[in-house]
Each structure stands twice: as structure tokens, then as C-alpha cells.
């Protein structure tokens, strides 16, 4: 029988039972604010009518619905005289507390396994929890609640699973979050320090379910989307939310973010290791797990003035596992957020790079040895690496190529920043009381080094693109040269700078015609091809086979 049948045809009778046990509950706690019996008597009546209610019936299997409500009510019972006594006035030590709840769940869970008994099971679960949050302790005996509420997770999951029971993993999730709320605000914990209690509880909650919903869907024929992925979700925003609240004056909100994120990321890692593909529940696992880390990561270097340079390195370290994760995986959404992420940052860095700290190494700085260059190298290696080895799948040649032009380009102006950049801050930093002419001509002749690396590249990469770039570049080198750079007062340096800029034109015409004499003869070898597999291209009609 089904859950919703189950519903459908007894819901009146666990309605009922749900006011026995509240009627039994508040009786029991009203006799404890008069003082009516002694704790002693409590105890003994709460174990005597519990016990009685569970052997009665038993005596009454042969009407199994009256049965399993009648044994439900005996367990419950069992439940609230254990709640009293360890844990509203802490007459019993942890371990009797454990001792008393195991044997009642694992009576009560062999019983239901051996005869289907759900209802017995919904009805000791729903006293089980219902005893600690009705009856509120008024002593802090959070350890016993806590072996408590062990108990009572660990028995319900594991027939919730074998059974397919799924209503008792959903109740003993939110009651137990529930009674750590009534916890935390009734006692008011002291949260002094990094690792307070209340945090490690709920830690081990939020792990416990965690591991507790992987393993549910692993026995569930490897199905991990569906309840057991929505109650996993939830799972972290309730320990985000009591993490935040715990460690709000302790620690910055990023970390707990970063841990979410981390296990949700692991979680989804093991899903795609057990499933060998990235379905639904992998790709939320991920999504939300690199959504929780980028915006912890995001924080990182708050108040620093090297934030942004922080900002770089984060999110080009983020470019580059999504790139790795979609080689792997063959993820083409990873592959495009990669690209993405850089083409962002490499625009972020152009605009903020002029007014961000250099980032020295050892307090000197040293041209191309420190982090901002570091930062402009990482960046031209990450579009320079999908130029020559990225190709997205489902796209044609034709456009692969182009995207690569495209990356290479990107790199390229890359490069070109941290050429300028580095330029300026030698002279900013050895050569400050210098002409400022000194640093325009010298910043002439590496866009003209820059024009020629760009002949290099479409050289070897063969692309005719970086012919026109490169000779777009070396046009506003001339230009700068001649009408801005030559203006004013002649010097020495000038004339050098004016004979590099030929020495590089120089270059460049031999490298065009190396590439032209390269391109002439791959055509000539192609037309030869084309010859040799056609060697009669116009036989004579009137000739027989």
C-alpha cells in the first residue's frame, strides 16, 4: 500500500492517534507541574502503559490497522517516558538514554520490517518527535536529545530506504530541524568561539543528511533527482542559515558559503562517478555548489586594495577548472561559462589593472616578476590555450576557427596590455624624473615588437587575420611615430628608436615573405594532388576503355 492510499483510507486515523498522543503528552506534563506522582512513578507508569499498549497490540494482528495503531501508541508512549527522563530533567545519563532508545526503535523497526507495519511506523515517529517539542526540557541536556535524535534518524532512514517509505525520511528531516530551532532559542546557547556546540550540532545534522540522502538514492536504483534532491537543497540552506547566524560575529559569512559549496560539489561528484553522466542531479549539485563558491570566492581581498587583482586570480583559477571539468566530462555548458568567465575578467582587468598595486614580490619591483603581470600573463595563457586546443562540439569547422581567431585576438590585446602596462611602471618606478618622451618612444617600439609578434603568430598558425591586425597595429606605430613621438626637440634616442622601428618592418616583410613563399608552395602541392588524381581531365570522346 502506497503512501497516498494509506492517507487516503486511515487518514482519520492518524488524525486520531496524533490527539491521543498530544491528549497523553499534555496529561503528562500537567501531572509534572503539580507535582502530582514523583519521578520515579513517571517513569514507571510511562514504561508500564507504554510496554502494555505495545504487547496489546501485538495480541491484535489478526486486525492488523488496529494493531500498528494501538503498538504506534505504545511507542510513542516509550518515547515521551525516555524524553522525561533524559532529557526534560535529565534523571538518566546519556548512555541510558541511548540505551532505552535503541531498544524501543529496534523493536519497533524489526516489527514493521518483518510485517510492513507503515502505520506503526508513522505513529511512533510522529511521538517520537512530538515528546522533546511539546514537552519543551527545562534543563540544557542537549547531548541526550542529540543521541536522541540519532537514534531516531538513523532507524526511520534505514526503513525509509529498504521500504521505500519515503514520508519517514521527510518527517525525521524537518522535526529534527525543527527541534534544533526550539533548542537554540529556548536555551539560548552560548556561541562563543569558532566551534560551539550549537554549530557542531548542527554541523553533524547537516552532514548526517547529507550522506543520509546520497545513500537513499544510491539504494533507489541510482534515481538522485526527485524528493531526495530537494530535501538535500534544503538541507544546505538550513545549515547556511544556522551557520550565518552562529558564526556572525566569528567568522566571515564566505567560509560557511565555501564549505556548502564544497560538499555540494563533492556530493555531485560522486553522483557522476555512480551514474557516469552529468544528469539532472549532478548538474544542480554543481550549479549550486559553484554558485555558493563564486560568491564566497567573490569576497575574498574585501577592504584590500589588491582586491581586484585578488578578483583576477579567483575567477581565472574558476575559467580554468570549469575548462578542465568540461574536458573531461565533454560538458559544453562548462566550456561556454569558461569562456565566458575569462572574456569578463579580461575586460574587468584592462579597466581597473591602471589603478590597482602592482602586486611586488619582495617589496622591489621587477619588471614581469610580479603578480599584476602575473595576472596579464595567466589571462593571455588561458585564450591562447582555447585558441589552439579548445573546439566546441556541434559547431563546424568554419566556426571552431573562427572562435579560435577570435580567442587568440582577445589573448593578443592581452598581451598587449601587459606590455604597457609593465613599460609604464619601469619608468614610473626607475626613471620617475625622466622626460616623459623617454616612455612614449619606448612604448612606440614594443606596440612595434607587439605588431611583430602578431605577424608571428598568424605565421604559424597560418591565419591571414593577424596579417591585417598585425599591419593595423604597425600603421598607428608609424603614425605615433612620426606626427606625435618626432614632435618638439630631436635627441639621440629618437634616431634609435626610428632604426628599431625599421629593423622591425624589416623583420616583418621577411616573415610576410616566408609566409607568402609557404602559402605558394602548400597550393602548388595541392593543385599537384588534385592533378595526380585526375591525369586525363579531357580524354578523347571517340577513345574506347
Same mark, same amino acid.
Given at each position: 500500500?502506497?503512501y497516498?492510499?494509506? /492517507?487516503?483510507?486511515?487518514?482519520?486515523?492518524?488524525?486520531?492517534a496524533?490527539?491521543?498522543?498530544?491528549a497523553?503528552?499534555?496529561?503528562?506534563?500537567?501531572?509534572?507541574?503539580?507535582?502530582?506522582?514523583?519521578?520515579?512513578?513517571?517513569?514507571?507508569?510511562?514504561?508500564?502503559?507504554?510496554?502494555?499498549?505495545?504487547?496489546?497490540?501485538?495480541?491484535?494482528?489478526?486486525?492488523?490497522?488496529?494493531?500498528?495503531?494501538?503498538m504506534?501508541?505504545?511507542?510513542s508512549?516509550?518515547y515521551?517516558?525516555?524524553?522525561?527522563?533524559?532529557?526534560? #530533567?535529565g534523571?538518566?545519563?546519556?548512555?541510558?538514554v541511548?540505551?532505552?532508545?535503541?531498544?524501543?526503535? /529496534?523493536?519497533?523497526?524489526? =516489527?514493521?520490517?518483518?510485517f510492513?507495519?507503515?502505520?506503526?511506523?508513522?505513529?511512533?515517529?510522529?511521538?517520537?518527535l512530538l515528546?522533546?517539542?511539546?514537552?519543551?526540557?527545562?534543563?540544557?541536556?542537549?547531548?541526550?536529545? @542529540?543521541?536522541?535524535l540519532?537514534?531516531?534518524n538513523?532507524?526511520?532512514?534505514?526503513?525509509?530506504?529498504?521500504?521505500?517509505?519515503?514520508?519517514?525520511?521527510?518527517?525525521?528531516?524537518?522535526?529534527?530541524?525543527?527541534?534544533?530551532?526550539?533548542?537554540f *532559542?529556548?536555551?539560548?546557547?552560548?556561541?562563543?568561539?569558532? %566551534?560551539?556546540?550549537?554549530?557542531?550540532?548542527?554541523?553533524? +545534522?547537516?552532514? *548526517?543528511?547529507?550522506?543520509?540522502?546520497?545513500?537513499?538514492? %544510491?539504494k533507489?536504483k541510482?534515481?538522485?533527482?526527485?524528493?531526495?534532491?530537494?530535501?538535500?537543497? +534544503?538541507?544546505?540552506?538550513?545549515?547556511?542559515?544556522?551557520?550565518?547566524?552562529?558564526?556572525k560575529?566569528?567568522?566571515h559569512?564566505? =567560509?560557511?558559503?565555501?564549505?556548502?559549496?564544497?560538499?555540494?560539489?563533492? !556530493?555531485?561528484?560522486?553522483?557522476?562517478?555512480?551514474?557516469?553522466?552529468?544528469?539532472?542531479?549532478?548538474?544542480?549539485?554543481?550549479?549550486?555548489?559553484?554558485?555558493?563558491?563564486?560568491?564566497?570566492?567573490?569576497?575574498?581581498?574585501?577592504?584590500?586594495e589588491?582586491?581586484?587583482?585578488?578578483?583576477?586570480?579567483?575567477?581565472?583559477?574558476?575559467?580554468?577548472?570549469?575548462?578542465?571539468?568540461?574536458?573531461?566530462n565533454?560538458?559544453?555548458?562548462?566550456?561556454? /561559462?569558461?569562456?565566458?568567465?575569462?572574456?569578463?575578467v579580461?575586460?574587468?582587468?584592462y579597466?581597473?589593472?591602471?589603478?590597482?598595486?602592482?602586486?611586488?614580490?619582495?617589496?622591489? #619591483?621587477?619588471?614581469?616578476l610580479?603578480?599584476?603581470?602575473?595576472?596579464?600573463?595567466?589571462?593571455?595563457?588561458?585564450?591562447?590555450?582555447?585558441?589552439?586546443?579548445?573546439?566546441?562540439?556541434?559547431?563546424?569547422?568554419?566556426?571552431?576557427?573562427?572562435?579560435?581567431?577570435? #580567442?587568440?585576438?582577445?589573448s593578443?590585446?592581452?598581451?598587449?596590455?601587459?606590455?604597457?602596462?609593465?613599460?609604464?611602471?619601469?619608468?614610473?618606478?626607475?626613471?620617475?624624473?625622466?622626460?616623459g618622451? =623617454?616612455?612614449?618612444?619606448?612604448?612606440?617600439?614594443?606596440w612595434?615588437?607587439?605588431?611583430?609578434?602578431? @605577424?608571428?603568430?598568424? +605565421?604559424?598558425?597560418?591565419?591571414? %587575420?593577424?596579417?591585417?591586425?598585425? !599591419?593595423?597595429?604597425?600603421?598607428?606605430? +608609424?603614425?605615433?611615430?612620426?606626427?606625435?613621438?618626432?614632435?618638439?626637440?630631436?635627441?639621440? #634616442?629618437?634616431?634609435?628608436?626610428?632604426?628599431?622601428l625599421?629593423?622591425?618592418?624589416?623583420?616583418?616583410? %621577411?616573415?610576410?615573405?616566408?609566409?607568402?613563399?609557404?602559402?605558394?608552395?602548400?597550393?602548388?602541392?595541392?593543385?599537384?594532388?588534385?592533378?595526380?588524381?585526375?591525369?586525363?581531365?579531357?580524354?578523347?570522346?571517340?577513345?574506347?576503355?
Amino acid at each position: 500500500m502506497n503512501y497516498g492510499t494509506l /492517507i487516503k483510507k486511515h487518514g482519520t486515523s492518524l488524525l486520531g492517534a496524533l490527539f491521543v498522543l498530544i491528549a497523553c503528552i499534555t496529561l503528562f506534563k500537567y501531572t509534572i507541574d503539580r507535582g502530582w506522582i514523583n519521578d520515579s512513578m513517571k517513569i514507571g507508569l510511562g514504561l508500564l502503559f507504554g510496554t502494555g499498549l505495545a504487547i496489546a497490540g501485538f495480541r491484535l494482528q489478526h486486525r492488523p490497522i488496529v494493531s500498528q495503531i494501538v503498538m504506534g501508541l505504545g511507542a510513542s508512549l516509550l518515547y515521551m517516558t525516555v524524553s522525561f527522563s533524559g532529557i526534560f #530533567y535529565g534523571l538518566w545519563d546519556s548512555m541510558t538514554v541511548l540505551l532505552g532508545m535503541s531498544v524501543i526503535t /529496534i523493536a519497533a523497526a524489526v =516489527y514493521a520490517y518483518r510485517f510492513d507495519s507503515r502505520l506503526l511506523m508513522n505513529i511512533a515517529l510522529l511521538g517520537g518527535l512530538l515528546s522533546p517539542l511539546t514537552m519543551r526540557p527545562e534543563t540544557d541536556q542537549v547531548f541526550a536529545l @542529540f543521541v536522541y535524535l540519532l537514534v531516531i534518524n538513523c532507524a526511520f532512514l534505514y526503513l525509509s530506504i529498504v521500504k521505500g517509505w519515503t514520508e519517514l525520511r521527510t518527517a525525521a528531516f524537518a522535526g529534527s530541524w525543527l527541534l534544533y530551532t526550539v533548542y537554540f *532559542f529556548q536555551f539560548n546557547p552560548l556561541l562563543d568561539g569558532f %566551534w560551539s556546540m550549537p554549530i557542531r550540532y548542527a554541523l553533524a +545534522a547537516f552532514l *548526517f543528511y547529507q550522506i543520509a540522502f546520497l545513500v537513499s538514492s %544510491w539504494k533507489n536504483k541510482l534515481s538522485f533527482d526527485g524528493l531526495n534532491l530537494y530535501l538535500s537543497v +534544503a538541507n544546505g540552506v538550513l545549515f547556511g542559515f544556522w551557520a550565518l547566524l552562529i558564526w556572525k560575529n566569528d567568522l566571515h559569512y564566505a =567560509y560557511p558559503l565555501i564549505f556548502i559549496g564544497l560538499v555540494f560539489m563533492l !556530493s555531485g561528484f560522486v553522483v557522476n562517478r555512480l551514474v557516469h553522466k552529468v544528469d539532472a542531479a549532478v548538474s544542480v549539485y554543481w550549479t549550486v555548489g559553484l554558485l555558493l563558491f563564486l560568491l564566497a570566492l567573490n569576497q575574498a581581498g574585501n577592504g584590500m586594495e589588491i582586491k581586484p587583482l585578488v578578483n583576477v586570480f579567483v575567477w581565472s583559477i574558476i575559467s580554468i577548472v570549469l575548462l578542465v571539468l568540461g574536458r573531461i566530462n565533454k560538458w559544453l555548458a562548462a566550456n561556454l /561559462i569558461s569562456v565566458a568567465i575569462w572574456i569578463i575578467v579580461g575586460f574587468y582587468w584592462y579597466i581597473v589593472t591602471w589603478s590597482t598595486p602592482r602586486g611586488e614580490w619582495f617589496g622591489v #619591483y621587477i619588471p614581469f616578476l610580479n603578480w599584476g603581470a602575473v595576472a596579464w600573463m595567466l589571462l593571455a595563457a588561458i585564450g591562447f590555450y582555447y585558441a589552439t586546443s579548445m573546439n566546441m562540439s556541434g559547431l563546424k569547422a568554419g566556426s571552431n576557427r573562427l572562435l579560435a581567431n577570435i #580567442y587568440a585576438t582577445l589573448s593578443h590585446l592581452i598581451i598587449g596590455g601587459l606590455l604597457t602596462r609593465q613599460i609604464e611602471n619601469i619608468f614610473t618606478e626607475y626613471f620617475n624624473g625622466s622626460s616623459g618622451i =623617454y616612455m612614449k618612444l619606448t612604448l612606440t617600439v614594443t606596440w612595434g615588437v607587439y605588431a611583430l609578434l602578431l @605577424f608571428l603568430w598568424g +605565421a604559424y598558425r597560418r591565419e591571414s %587575420w593577424f596579417r591585417w591586425f598585425g !599591419s593595423a597595429v604597425l600603421l598607428l606605430v +608609424a603614425v605615433k611615430a612620426i606626427f606625435m613621438d618626432l614632435s618638439g626637440k630631436e635627441s639621440l #634616442y629618437k634616431v634609435v628608436v626610428l632604426l628599431l622601428l625599421g629593423v622591425i618592418s624589416f623583420a616583418i616583410s %621577411w616573415i610576410n615573405n616566408k609566409w607568402g613563399e609557404g602559402e605558394a608552395q602548400k597550393q602548388k602541392q595541392h593543385q599537384s594532388q588534385n592533378h595526380n588524381s585526375n591525369p586525363n581531365p579531357n580524354p578523347d570522346p571517340n577513345q574506347l576503355p
